[in-house]
């Protein structure tokens, strides 16, 4: 254990600490609704930024300082990785992980040997988990960064490429189930196009669908019991991504009747790259009982691109936890930081500053939601709103009694038609009262 | 017939035609596999942008200069508008046009005078259709101007909205079968939401629902058979439209067991504001069996909102032909110009011009389409890309005979995986070799 | 005084108030950094949105119920208007409004009635401003609403327009003497274009800039000392509108020699709309000695277009008022609220509860930034960022005392260049920390 | 030469040619305007997309294959490299090519071994120059890969940072004379920021400006007269990149004094990202003089950041040349394709097939800007529709000879003011006229 030596068990210290390596609103006993808040968040450390990220970007070369990098040897820095990481989960004091194939171990020369670098390295953790409170949230494999993934990989046009990923997925459920994994993650990194004109369309989102049926096949063989995730992005490197959005997954699923096998991994920075908001995403998610977990971040409003922040802003993490909280929580899932630090943060410490911002805006959200949550702050207006859908002709429509005719028979009876006004400006006055004043009744 | 005196019938001229009141590449009789262009094109006039619009903006005044806006009471402007559209398809020999109830007759002071106003201009209509050539192709409500939808209309918060939106459909039905429209659309310019926080979306989904099942009961009752349409639009005026694209709306449909009554119309400018291109959305709903019509206009790519541009480029006509050629045409659909001229062209000639590109650049896709087509330009290279799908384990794959654990070892004994350029850029060239030549070998 | 016969004078009730019509964080007599809320804030009621808006859009007729839409004579409902406004003024306790000309008086059928309306309605104003503690922050001219103006004003491509333009702006600045107006804004609706192909920019810019100078100098001759304006925005209507973003407005400033005649105008939502953040804009004003005055409102990330929403996001309004603070207030200028109630809030009411939002958000985001700006929470970190420009070679390359070949010399001697982290993620949390905890330590 | 031995001297094959690897539209002795192609068009190859770039992106690592990837000392790939271009250059008939300080060779482990290193590498190229007819467009230096770099380079926060930027671009100018380079392009792509709260945005300007005055003394005492260019870009990699858009730009150089020294490198992708049309960049450097060079490269209308796609859009290229035309040419500039193949076009062969694509979509784009020029199909248009200046109250204003008050005596004389359609649509129907027909009349 000697990765983060500067660093100490990262500690809870208040609103108001001035040192960027203590919690300021996460204090993890704290209870939410009956509920800790290290129950209720359920974050988790995403290896593949935080020990992976060498923060190189397309216009220069990482940056990242890196106390594993005296390390040459892949497998021995693959190895100084695990220990690291693991010091690094005790240190923050954060419950979960999540790992593709080759953040934890380093690709072979050849697929046999690829498997078994995976080997040696699953062994070691499962050693780790062993004594530790840690947790794998979810793991999934990456079928996108291999040149052989250029043209897609369940929806490549070559079909040893679909062979390819299939051994590699079938590797990753039989790692997730060793290693207790609570859900499984498929974010299609090239499942889509580069150009519609070269694309056999039809095709390559039946070969998906194959794909997902021969996976969950398997998963069924060997009784590993975690969660089937879609992460949806629109775009990114592909031109157009087939998961988009939600509902691009949601009409996927429907059509090849995969409806009851997945649910959804949100990203934040997906949903606004795809036109919607964070918050919008995990509401139709929700209401379509397909919310499952959540990859926390956030995007530029400014940038086309993926910027994978750290989750600050606080508007976004309370309307997430509103809609996680109002979903009676993740199940399977959990917060994963799907996020990296700046190329201009390069020293290690920025992990644990960056994390610890993330993770305290993720709690005051949680408190700033459920507080409007009991307090029925929005929820009275939104049934007074709809009120008159309980009762007379309202009834009657949600009861399926009546018709177009019978409709327009008591339209004709109408003198004038009354609204009542929105009060959106009032909402988001609310929405700020809470925000500036719960941390003050705390 | 005396509001476009100053125009004659519009005549094909030819390509380098100087005059802006002929046609240049939209020759009415000339083939395109084996069909006239007239029955492959199925042009249509939006009745609402060409005789209702006055190209006012949010910034400004109407400009148009129309000469029915000689008569001030409501009815006989309408009555106006009905004579000078004949005239219009007349001179332009355009087949087809649509219509919202509101663009053909006023709103009366009450449901019952509205309903009444409609049948007079229906009966003229229904006179006039009767000696003519032209149809219409499809009919809707307009169930988002009046200020009794400022909070939806089958999504209202309000049941007196659903009801009266219902009564106002039910019409709409009634008024397509006696018109022989050959669909009818359901654009949901106020189904959606201003803000998540003060909305039931789980409730609205479901209203829309039962406002469609009940719209296709009482189509069936009355025997009105023209194919319905969803027409997505992912915002504006709503924060979010609940029919965001074609997949969100096959999403819905599929969920509430609409799939077999509905097809969509896409429209091209919407499918850029959801973030696709529009040969994209035609592709889509195509392999999914879903495309049914064309609102043919196009937006600016500088520009945030729908700007329903008359379609002039020449990329995006030729790739939407493609699209609708290879679906064998439109059947019960077609290509209605959804577009308005700019304020700046505000003289009643600009409509003939406007048209006249709009025509001209369909016509000119659709024969560079056919060509591509007939000599399998791009076709022989997909073709080619995806034959690993054809044989061995990609027909094994695509036959249903592997499985993971079969894939896997097949993947061990590959010795390296080799993947082939997917020409994205010659395929570029292509077209453009295309869209250049076509007219000079015509 | 009874157009707002239900509205109480709205109070200051503190930051858990439930009372929609109560104002949580603006308490006029509290001082920030020696000043009172009134005096640095400087809010401004926008004449047109207020009082003339009908909550139309493209899409839907009007849906604003207004007490003054009982008259039908132009000129009694604007006599209404203006009665009604400083009711407004005066119950909401605000010290400032903005117009444009035909906010407050109907075009006449000719040139000479207009300016005669306009006669009509200042003296009016004149009377109750002698009386009222509210004064005119700024007026300009609306020359973009009349269909005149279809092709520009300033930069028409006719003379005609051209000459009317003026003459309108000459009465604008006659106006804007006689009511005292501190400032005078140019916003160029249609200054722009609406296809580069049929336009000569180069005349455009350059009558622009004629224009500006004929206003100088008339401005000049009679007297009027207020600060002159241009208001950025990047398009809407127009394609492409010249004043598209502050650094354009500097650049076609300096050229025509007009950069100490002129300060900004900045609107949060033009910012943004052109690819900014709002404090982006504020910022590089202000640091060119250019930041005049401020449009306080928002865009809605998702739209594309002006939304024009009251101000209430506290990030925003913290970061605007930490730039304003900085520059030492606003002199001539101050924050109109340039913003609308959604078509949704169409109540009376609704107007008072929408400015409360905006007032409120701008006032916390004022005493969270006097907050950072007193702790120098930001500004400590930025001067030790710095600090290598203030000795050595840095202070050599400040002074202006080395060159190319000095600094390869020196640059050779470097073995290293060692950069530190730019904390980008803490300075995130700092802000957040100050947001939730300003109001408990007040 | 032996690194494209599979590939010919690529020839002018015809607009119907089906080999990928002939020109179908740039014939280089074909005339334009009096000038040859080859003269009028100046086109280049960028060193580092086509000899540098292994096509990697954010989720993948590279795909290219390169046969000058079998070396593996850096020095040895260099020189390899300067082999294979020079190999490239002249197979493909292109008679300019530009390269940063980096691309050309590898950086040393010091300031002194990287300088080294490009004399070796220069002298190579020296000797290639003296007897092919390639010349070098522009030259410019690396500064924004490299770690040190990360906080900016003439704007980083470090003074030796700016010292070693310095350093790098003496060497530059050094360079650029010795090769007889045209121009020299800064390109500032770390000269922004990442978040506006930890940039002190004054002193980076100042010391941007004074680091080009003393590039421009440098090269004025070492006698090397290129053209300086400043290449616009919004934002990617920075948040906000301080040469935003041409705007942004001029605004700069004339607080700075710096206008007369530069003038701008264009790039197509670089515009659209700003919000602007490749077109309105190039139009608005040229009515300010300027317009000095030009990145030939297009974007993706539906992704966010720099997709440096080979140009092949018509609409793009002819309205482009159609500036460039006007302009007179480009002096010391040029058409340098600052594009890469797409990462799934990785065959050697490719980086000529994609060259193929923009070459000849540059002159095809040519030849019909040249023939609107010379029928006068815009300006003819243009010319009747400003026409109001030239006679009567028009010229009096562009002459200086009215004011506001005579404008105004004038405007209270006009009845009526007309105005006349602005015809974009027919315009655009002109645009398509020429595209389609061009080829026809060869």
């Given at each position: 254990?000697?990765?983060?030596d500067n660093i100490?068990?990262?500690?809870?210290?208040?609103?108001?600490?001035?040192?960027?390596?203590?919690?300021?609103?996460?204090?993890?006993?704290?209870?939410?609704?009956?509920?800790?808040?290290?129950?209720?968040?359920?974050?988790?450390?995403?290896?593949?930024?935080?020990?992976?990220?060498?923060?190189?970007?397309?216009?220069?070369?990482?940056?990242?300082?890196?106390?594993?990098?005296?390390?040459?040897?892949?497998?021995?820095?693959?190895?100084?990785?695990?220990?690291?990481?693991?010091?690094?989960?005790?240190?923050?004091?954060?419950?979960?992980?999540?790992?593709?194939?080759?953040?934890?171990?380093?690709?072979?020369?050849?697929?046999?040997?690829?498997?078994?670098?995976?080997?040696?390295?699953?062994?070691?953790?499962?050693?780790?988990?062993?004594?530790?409170?840690?947790?794998?949230?979810?793991?999934?494999?990456?079928?996108?960064?291999?040149?052989?993934?250029?043209?897609?990989?369940?929806?490549?046009?070559?079909?040893?490429?679909?062979?390819?990923?299939?051994?590699?997925?079938?590797?990753?459920?039989?790692?997730?189930?060793r290693l207790g994994?609570?859900?499984?993650?498929?974010?299609?990194?090239?499942?889509?196009?580069?150009?519609?004109?070269?694309?056999?369309?039809?095709?390559?989102?039946?070969?998906?669908?194959?794909?997902?049926?021969?996976?969950?096949?398997?998963?069924?063989?060997?009784?590993?019991?975690?969660?089937?995730?879609?992460?949806?992005?629109?775009?990114?490197?592909?031109?157009?991504?087939y998961d988009f959005?939600?509902?691009?997954?949601?009409?996927?699923?429907?059509?090849?009747?995969?409806?009851?096998?997945?649910?959804?991994?949100?990203?934040?920075?997906?949903?606004?790259?795809?036109?919607?908001?964070?918050?919008?995403?995990?509401?139709?998610?929700?209401?379509?009982?397909?919310?499952?977990?959540?990859?926390?971040?956030?995007?530029?409003?400014?940038?086309?691109?993926?910027?994978?922040?750290?989750?600050?802003?606080?508007?976004?993490?309370?309307?997430?936890?509103?809609?996680?909280?109002?979903?009676?929580?993740?199940?399977?899932?959990?917060?994963?930081?799907?996020?990296?630090?700046?190329?201009?943060?390069?020293?290690?410490?920025?992990?644990?500053?960056?994390?610890?911002?993330?993770?305290?805006?993720?709690?005051?959200?949680?408190?700033?939601?459920?507080?409007?949550?009991?307090?029925?702050?929005?929820?009275?207006?939104?049934?007074?709103?709809?009120?008159?859908?309980?009762?007379?002709?309202?009834?009657?429509?949600?009861?399926?009694?009546?018709?177009?005719?019978?409709?327009?028979?008591?339209?004709?009876?109408?003198?004038?038609?009354?609204?009542?006004?929105?009060?959106?400006?009032?909402?988001?006055?609310?929405?700020?009262?809470?925000?500036?004043?719960?941390?003050?009744?705390?």
């Open positions: 254990m000697a990765y983060f100490s068990k990262i500690k809870f210290d208040g609103a108001k600490s001035k040192d960027p390596l203590a919690f300021k609103f996460y204090n993890p006993e704290e209870k939410i609704n009956g509920k800790t808040m290290e129950e209720t968040l359920k974050f988790g450390v995403a290896y593949w930024h935080t020990f992976m990220e060498d923060l190189s970007d397309p216009f220069g070369v990482g940056t990242a300082q890196r106390p594993w990098d005296k390390f040459s040897d892949p497998m021995d820095k693959a190895k100084a990785r695990v220990d690291a990481s693991f010091e690094f989960f005790d240190k923050l004091g954060i419950p979960y992980f999540c790992f593709h194939d080759f953040d934890i171990a380093p690709e072979g020369s050849n697929l046999k040997e690829t498997l078994a670098n995976q080997d040696v390295i699953v062994d070691m953790m499962e050693d780790y988990l062993k004594d530790s409170k840690v947790k794998l949230l979810w793991n999934t494999v990456n079928n996108f960064t291999n040149p052989m993934f250029v043209h897609g990989a369940s929806t490549s046009n070559n079909a040893d490429v679909f062979a390819y990923a299939a051994a590699k997925v079938k590797k990753g459920l039989e790692v997730g189930k994994s609570e859900s499984y993650v498929f974010w299609g990194g090239r499942e889509g196009y580069e150009s519609l004109l070269n694309t056999n369309m039809g095709l390559e989102l039946d070969n998906l669908a194959r794909f997902f049926h021969m996976a969950n096949d398997y998963a069924k063989e060997i009784g590993f019991d975690a969660q089937f995730l879609i992460e949806p992005k629109p775009k990114e490197p592909t031109t157009h991504q959005d939600v509902a691009h997954g949601f009409a996927f699923l429907q059509k090849y009747n995969l409806q009851d096998v997945f649910k959804f991994n949100i990203e934040a920075n997906h949903a606004t790259l795809a036109g919607h908001s964070f918050e919008h995403e995990l509401h139709y998610a929700r209401i379509n009982g397909m919310l499952g977990s959540v990859d926390a971040n956030q995007g530029h409003p400014q940038l086309g691109w993926d910027t994978d922040e750290f989750p600050s802003d606080l508007y976004a993490t309370t309307l997430a936890m509103y809609e996680i909280l109002k979903n009676g929580g993740l199940e399977k899932g959990g917060l994963n930081f799907d996020a990296k630090v700046r190329r201009t943060s390069f020293k290690p410490e920025d992990l644990f500053k960056a994390h610890i911002v993330g993770m305290d805006s993720f709690a005051l959200g949680a408190k700033v939601a459920q507080r409007m949550i009991d307090d029925k702050a929005l929820d009275s207006l939104v049934e007074k709103r709809y009120s008159s859908f309980s009762e007379g002709i309202g009834k009657d429509i949600v009861d399926g009694n009546t018709d177009f005719k019978k409709l327009q028979d008591y339209a004709l009876t109408l003198d004038k038609v009354e609204n009542e006004s929105g009060n959106v400006e009032v909402i988001k006055s609310i929405l700020n009262q809470y925000l500036v004043t719960t941390i003050a009744d705390a």
